[in-house]
């Protein structure tokens, strides 16, 4: 569904991305892990036309990101609070979502109501403008604002920061049941292993702009890859 070809992206003389060649599949849930710098939310920028690479391409359903819009009627996506429009209300925000993706009023309604246990009652209904609330409540503003239209393609980088362990939990409750027929591609990079580990049947770690290895999810990879980040640290 996804397919990185001889891309490249460098800052000054850093190379961020460095990617032969890599394909993400129609019904993966595919995790990016690695350390800082390691280039995985400049990856997820290039998925989504935020960046341009020096070489290369990514393509969506065979066409081009940098080329055409078509990809932008299928993903969702939250990178950072740069996607919010801080101004409005939660509300607000949500049906400027709906009205992009033509989502009408009613069914709109119905699929926030689907994320109430996650907003938690602390979201909706307050009247707040999107810049008074936590870190936590933006981050949820801004999964939630990424999920409303179900796309095939949901992009989300470091989507447990700030949340606090319940909600963390719940956003995996959410993103397993979204997951369900395998019809949807999920793309997430984490810090935390043990998220990605739950979550993913594909795990990709990153180290200097490249994907060094792409496992199966298994007992055995996530080892390979604690023993890979220990080594880092001289443990091993």
Same mark, same amino acid.
């Given at each position: 569904m996804i397919s990185l070809d001889d891309l490249q992206k460098r800052f000054g003389a850093i190379?961020?991305?460095?990617?032969?060649?890599h394909i993400i599949n129609q019904g993966d849930i595919f995790g990016l892990v690695g350390n800082n710098g390691a280039g995985k939310t400049t990856l997820l920028r290039l998925m989504l036309d935020l960046l341009k690479p020096e070489r290369g391409q990514v393509l969506s359903k065979t066409i081009q990101v940098y080329q055409?819009?078509?990809?932008?009627?299928?993903?969702g996506s939250? =990178?950072? !609070? &740069?996607?919010? *429009?801080?101004? /409005?209300t939660s509300e607000e925000y949500f049906d400027f979502i709906g009205f992009v993706y033509g989502v009408e009023p009613a069914l709109l309604k119905r699929r926030i109501e689907g994320f109430g246990n996650f907003m938690n009652g602390e979201i =909706?209904? !307050? &009247?707040?403008? *999107?810049?008074? /609330?936590?870190?936590g409540n933006k981050q949820k503003v801004g999964i939630v604002g990424a999920m409303i239209s179900e796309p095939e393609i949901l992009i989300l980088d470091e989507p447990f920061n700030f949340?606090?362990?319940?909600?963390? =939990?719940?956003l995996k409750h959410i993103l397993r049941k979204y997951y369900e027929g395998k019809t949807k591609t999920i793309i997430l990079s984490s810090h935390n292993l043990n998220h990605i580990?739950?979550?993913?049947?594909?795990?990709?770690?990153?180290?200097?702009?490249k994907i060094i290895k792409d496992f199966g999810n298994n007992p055995d990879t996530i080892k390979e890859i604690e023993d890979y980040f220990k080594s880092q640290t001289g443990i091993l």
């Amino acid at each position: 569904m996804i397919s990185l070809d001889d891309l490249q992206k460098r800052f000054g003389a850093i190379i961020a991305v460095d990617i032969k060649s890599h394909i993400i599949n129609q019904g993966d849930i595919f995790g990016l892990v690695g350390n800082n710098g390691a280039g995985k939310t400049t990856l997820l920028r290039l998925m989504l036309d935020l960046l341009k690479p020096e070489r290369g391409q990514v393509l969506s359903k065979t066409i081009q990101v940098y080329q055409s819009e078509h990809w932008k009627k299928y993903t969702g996506s939250f =990178i950072d !609070n &740069n996607f919010l *429009i801080e101004f /409005l209300t939660s509300e607000e925000y949500f049906d400027f979502i709906g009205f992009v993706y033509g989502v009408e009023p009613a069914l709109l309604k119905r699929r926030i109501e689907g994320f109430g246990n996650f907003m938690n009652g602390e979201i =909706i209904g !307050n &009247n707040k403008y *999107i810049r008074s /609330l936590s870190s936590g409540n933006k981050q949820k503003v801004g999964i939630v604002g990424a999920m409303i239209s179900e796309p095939e393609i949901l992009i989300l980088d470091e989507p447990f920061n700030f949340l606090d362990p319940s909600s963390q =939990i719940g956003l995996k409750h959410i993103l397993r049941k979204y997951y369900e027929g395998k019809t949807k591609t999920i793309i997430l990079s984490s810090h935390n292993l043990n998220h990605i580990s739950d979550l993913c049947t594909r795990i990709a770690l990153m180290e200097k702009g490249k994907i060094i290895k792409d496992f199966g999810n298994n007992p055995d990879t996530i080892k390979e890859i604690e023993d890979y980040f220990k080594s880092q640290t001289g443990i091993l």
